[in-house]
């Protein structure tokens, strides 16, 4: 009989909206919980299969906490500002406001079916005044101390999106968000100094609990450096007076191998060196870079170098030889100073560029390996290690060790460099030339300067405007609001203006996960009770997508709270975990690819929802494969755990399969399940949820063929276990059969003197004769066996031919050598 998943699931959807589960159960043990998911985009047409993924995910791990008692935190709410929600709302030519809230009231009435247990009394929305009045709030406590500042900086700048983006944002050289690829363009910004902040980032990733590759991701991106910043000494061609040309490198130990310096096109030092006749040819090269820049680059950074001599000479301060200053796209304005020492010999893009320009090659390291011509020139780069050559006094010392100590010394006390740290990472632009965002609370006063809104004035609520679309001039649409931007300035009470910027779609979610536990609070962002007991999040599951934005972003938020005395942690999430994507079969491209609408290879959750269940796809999402890996979605999938569900309630909801009450279920029996139990568990504690179902499959079809009959005891262990993956028809289950309900269980335990009777001694022999003895759980297939039997008696296996392998289950395993 088919499993009547339609009635069964509405029934149990309304039950658990009148009656939501309570966040704590009878057999509290005094210990809290907090699972969080990423909240979502509400701008879509709506949920899709990665969202199920990931959220079921977090739903199977905090039922698991609720089950045995903890105190939950499962929230859920919505990121609706920013470009993600605002394209949506141009696309289908409605205002922000309205087709949010439309995607949100759709995504609700999606997640229903999920049937996670989220506290929908603690739901958020950032796009709500009384949550981005924090949000506000936040952004002014880093403007008081210096945090937040106002700068002209040229910007990535998406001629799609018309609004800058921060670098975090931009994926080889394209918009995160649209694909295009992205300009460089000079504009009025507001900044974050997250750059303050690096070496704490830096540091305070070992303490996390998060994939490696995420954390790996982040210090990439931090990029910490130890060297030195050298000067070189130019001259103003205009007054004619000493320049200095700071630069840093990681490679002290080549300064006599300094061929040439390059300076990026857009550097402002570029009009000060470069000499009248020589000004045009220079003109046209910045010209043609700042044309093609897109992050900073240009297509010669990838293979030919492009560059150009700027007829400015500067002096090596280790040899007093003048050398060169060209001007190439390859060096970037906005890593370290915009400049770059030229060493041929032992860089490969300097070589490559010093080979195109006819440039020196100076060797300055020894290699056996690398030929020398008779202008002393080099045949390839070395950036190995070995002793310096051509170093003056510094000469036979090891390169990347003393010799770079005491060549830096030297330069300090010649009063020419100093040692530093630095970081690749640059500070975060802010804001966005675009409507739909929390508006900036701050006003610009020709007395006064930039002041900041009281916070009694707080909320500054976004204006409902007709013409949201973004002008592409540089200024947000918020700019032609004259009602709204003309203001008094709060110190003064003159004339003002407002910052017509917004902030970018981060802003919200960097802090979001402090205001769930709380979100009505008035007259304070949190409460500080809350942070001590809920505070860190014990488990974050989301995308990978996210490891240098939302995931940066978020620890620097609450490592400034901290410092400011507002938190009593410096870390927001202990635990992340990354699930991987959903993928499918495309028949336009001929791959398995990331679902989308123009590879017409989507999944609709409705469908699935309608034609399967609920269940059907919370187990599926869960059984494709190892969650953090990326999957392939297979159609004939859904049918496989149909069937398994049927058989499932078949076989607990015939009474002949339960033990009468005057009876004892069998030992075999008992153990069986109390195996299951472990098993299971013990795959979940591992992050092994496709793996616990097969555990259960395994289980089922052992009840099944030896026909047993199991005891309400192990029913409930076996129910309640599946509630986590399915908790409609586990719940049906439980009523049906036991007349409980899920919130009056817990989570089974296993029973470890029954796991310990059920070991066997197993014979290991070598060409009959026994070498080991091998204690192992009853019924272990050969497979298993053969493994940790090879680990035991490895040296007679040696170099050795098996020519079979005996094998009597639970006896013996017999290996057969030449």
């Not at 040819?281 to 897109?294: E, F, G, H, P, S």
Request: with cysteine; charged share 25%; net charge neutral.
């Amino acid at each position: 009989m088919r499993y009547n998943f339609r009635d069964i699931e509405k029934k149990w959807e309304t039950y658990w909206q009148e009656y939501p589960e309570p966040t704590e159960l009878a057999h509290k043990i005094g210990k809290k919980y907090y699972c969080l998911d990423m909240f979502p985009y509400p701008s879509g047409d709506g949920i899709h299969i990665g969202h199920w993924r990931a959220y079921v995910l977090a739903d199977i791990y905090t039922r698991i906490k609720w089950l045995e008692g903890y105190h939950i935190l499962h929230p859920m709410g919505w990121d609706a500002f920013g470009l993600p929600a605002e394209n949506y709302a141009i696309k289908h030519g409605v205002p922000p406001q309205v087709s949010t809230a439309k995607n949100i009231a759709n995504f609700k009435r999606q997640m229903k079916h999920i049937a996670a247990i989220w506290d929908w009394s603690k739901e958020i929305n950032t796009t709500d005044p009384e949550y981005y009045k924090w949000t506000q709030w936040i952004f002014l406590k880093m403007f008081e101390v210096g945090l937040a500042y106002e700068a002209e900086v040229p910007i990535n700048w998406c001629p799609s999106c018309l609004t800058g983006l921060a670098n975090e944002e931009v994926v080889q050289g394209k918009c995160e968000r649209c694909g295009t690829s992205v300009e460089q363009k000079e504009l009025r910004q507001w900044m974050l100094k997250i750059t303050e902040y690096a070496n704490k980032l830096l540091e305070d990733l070992d303490k996390l609990n998060w994939p490696e590759k995420i954390k790996l991701m982040q210090r990439n991106w931090i990029g910490r450096s130890e060297g030195a910043q050298i000067i070189f000494k130019t001259t103003d061609i205009k007054t004619d007076k000493s320049i200095d040309l700071p630069i840093y490198t990681t490679r002290p130990d080549t300064i006599f191998g300094v061929t040439f310096i390059a300076l990026s096109p857009l550097h402002p030092l570029v009009n000060k060196i470069v000499p009248e006749d020589r000004k045009e040819v220079v003109d046209n090269y910045c010209k043609l870079v700042k044309a093609t820049l897109a992050f900073g680059r240009v297509p010669g950074d990838e293979k030919e170098k492009t560059g150009v001599f700027s007829g400015a000479y500067v002096l090596n301060p280790a040899n007093d030889e003048y050398i060169p200053i060209y001007l190439s796209a390859y060096v970037l304005a906005d890593y370290g100073t915009g400049m770059i020492m030229g060493v041929p010999a032992h860089d490969e893009r300097d070589f490559e560029f010093a080979l195109k320009f006819k440039l020196r090659r100076t060797q300055v390291i020894y290699c056996p390996d690398v030929k020398v011509d008779s202008q002393d020139n080099v045949n390839k780069p070395y950036m190995d290690d070995g002793p310096l050559v051509n170093s003056g006094q510094f000469n036979g010392l090891d390169a990347k060790t003393e010799g770079a100590k005491q060549i830096v010394d030297y330069l300090v006390k010649k009063g020419v460099a100093k040692c530093m740290v630095q970081y690749r990472m640059r500070d975060w632009v802010f804001s966005r030339q675009r409507y739909w965002g929390e508006p900036i609370p701050l006003v610009h006063c020709k007395k006064c300067g930039v002041v900041p809104i009281p916070e009694d004035q707080l909320p500054v609520e976004l204006p409902v405007i007709k013409k949201y679309q973004p002008t592409g001039t540089g200024e947000s649409p918020l700019a032609t609001v004259y009602d709204w931007v003309n203001t008094s300035c709060p110190k003064c009470g003159g004339q003002a203006k407002r910052e017509t910027n917004t902030m970018p779609q981060w802003a919200g979610s960097s802090w979001y996960f402090l205001r769930y536990p709380n979100p009505h609070l008035s007259d304070k962002p949190w409460d500080m009770k809350d942070m001590n007991y809920w505070l860190p999040v014990d488990l974050y599951i989301g995308g990978i997508e996210h490891a240098i934005l939302h995931l940066l972003y978020a620890r620097f938020y609450v490592k400034f709270l901290y410092d400011q005395g507002y938190l009593p942690f410096d870390e927001p999430f202990m635990r992340l975990f990354n699930q991987g994507m959903v993928l499918k079969y495309s028949e336009k491209s001929g791959q398995v690819e990331k679902m989308s609408k123009s590879k017409s290879n989507v999944v609709s959750p409705d469908k699935i929802v309608d034609t399967y269940g609920a269940d059907v796809l919370r187990m599926y999402v869960m059984f494709m494969g190892p969650p953090e890996l990326d999957c392939e979605w297979q159609d004939n999938g859904l049918e496989g755990i149909r069937r398994f569900i049927d058989k499932l309630w078949n076989y607990l909801t015939n009474a002949q399969n339960l033990v009468p009450k005057t009876a004892v279920e069998e030992a075999e029996v008992t153990k069986r399940v109390n195996r299951f139990v472990y098993d299971f568990q013990n795959r979940l504690e591992h992050m092994k949820p496709n793996t616990a179902i097969s555990v259960m499959m395994e289980l089922l079809n052992d009840l099944l063929s030896k026909d047993m009959q199991i005891s309400c005891k192990s029913f409930e262990k076996i129910v309640v276990s599946l509630s986590v993956l399915a908790p409609h028809i586990a719940s049906e289950l439980l009523e049906k059969v036991l007349h409980k309900k899920l919130r009056e269980c817990r989570w089974p335990v296993w029973d470890t003197v029954l796991l310990e009777e059920e070991k066997v001694t197993i014979v290991v022999q070598v060409n009959g004769k026994v070498r080991a003895n091998l204690v192992a759980r009853k019924g272990k297939e050969q497979p298993d066996i053969e493994l940790d039997a090879r680990a035991l008696i490895g040296k007679w296996l040696a170099d050795k031919e098996i020519v079979k392998v005996i094998f009597v289950q639970d006896k013996l395993i017999n290996f057969v050598i030449e």
